[in-house]
């Protein structure tokens, strides 16, 4: 009889989703800075801005995640 062999794959490194929402926990690995300071920016319109669905769930749209990532000194958010 034989035995089938399992073979440990590598981990794969988080990657943020270039489509869709992430919450702050999602997206959290990524940034460079603490959820405070991020909602401040996106106050400021230097970060992306969330979107509610509900009183407590906050979205962020992954798209504008990754422009502000690419370059978070120069980022305006959209319609700003």
Known sequence: MSQKVKVAEAPQ????PHVGKSRWSSFKPFSPISLGTFTKLSKE???PKFERLGSRAVFFDN???HKWLSDPVSYIQAGA
Do not use: C, Q, S
């Open 13 to 16: 490194p988080p990657t943020l």
């Open 45 to 47: 319109g230097k970060a």
């Open 63 to 65: 798209a504008e995640l």
